[in-house]
């Protein structure tokens, strides 16, 4: 179907504008092919932007209103960017917020006492630790792995942790759908007969695996550190940020302190730019590096 032109009866100021516009539109669409004309476009090309086009001078600035009101009409803005919605906090978050410097390095005594002030949760949040480290740590750019270790928290997360040492009848239940552990330990004998549950595991996180330590020659030592506190950590990957809980808003400042300086001992504080501490869905609390 052709274009549908509106035009306006009755309103001769409004007729005179109409034909001032078309006559712009005309002027643009002419001055565009006998330039192009011979350069051999095909189908679907077009010029974009022409340069030196004999324009009259008097639609010059009609052109501009005329295909910039096009361009509004399809799709208004022409960046492209969805607009992003501001996020809003509740009246309980900002006035826990407020009471944290957000400038301020607090000494780790007193950003434990302030991350249980500002907690937000009516259950026993978790205290959570976020580590910024030195990118040096992940290698050189062509070639980055991941930074991770291991560490025994003295007072343990404060969450039960299941820790069961793989054999055949482990093997069967996960078959059958039956998944009653956290962490599963193996010695390395049993990861052929594991391979037939990896796509059940792997997704979980539950998977056995040289580099976190839960394939051992030794899985009943290996189980015994991991229920009694010892916890894995790793950078994000590309990324040299660690996240881990280190215990419950329930803890007493001393256990809540000795399980960080744990932490920060067993990472290395020549690795460290950065630490913040936060309850579960709390505020940020940047901490002192001593």
């Known amino acids: ?96 917020a407020s009471l944290v410097d957000k400038v301020k390095l607090y000494p780790l005594t007193e950003a434990v006492t302030l991350v249980k002030e500002t907690s937000l949760t009516r259950f026993d949040g978790t205290v959570e630790l976020h580590v910024n480290l030195t990118p040096a740590v992940l290698g050189d750019a062509k070639d980055k792995k991941d930074f991770r270790g291991s560490v025994t928290l003295p007072h343990g997360t404060g969450k039960e942790v299941r820790v069961a040492i793989a054999d055949d009848k482990i093997v069967s239940e996960v078959e059958k759908g039956v998944i009653n552990f956290d962490i599963l330990v193996a010695h390395p004998s049993m990861m052929p007969k594991l391979a037939k549950v990896a796509r059940t595991l792997g997704p979980k996180g539950l998977m056995p695996n040289p580099k976190n330590g839960t394939v051992t020659p030794d899985p009943e030592k290996r189980a015994k550190e991991l229920s009694h506190g010892q916890v894995n950590f790793k950078t994000e990957p590309n990324n040299p940020i660690i996240h881990m809980a280190v215990g419950k808003v329930s803890f007493d400042d001393k256990k809540l302190m000795d399980n960080v300086t744990a932490v920060l001992d067993a990472i290395g504080h020549s690795k460290i730019v950065k630490v913040t501490l936060s309850s579960t869905m709390g505020p940020g609390i940047k901490v002192l590096i001593s």
């Open 1 to 96: 179907m052709g274009k549908i032109r509106v035009a306006a009866l009755g309103d001769t100021s409004q007729e005179k504008e109409q034909k001032r516009r078309a006559e712009a539109r005309r002027q643009t669409k002419d001055s565009k092919k006998q330039k192009v004309e011979g350069l051999g476009l095909h189908g679907g090309e077009r010029v974009a932007v022409v340069e030196g086009t004999d324009i009259k001078p008097e639609f010059k600035k009609l052109i501009e209103e005329v295909e910039g009101g096009d361009k509004s009409a399809k799709g208004g803005s022409t960046s492209g960017r969805k607009k992003i919605k501001q996020r809003t906090r509740s009246k309980r978050y900002i006035e826990k």
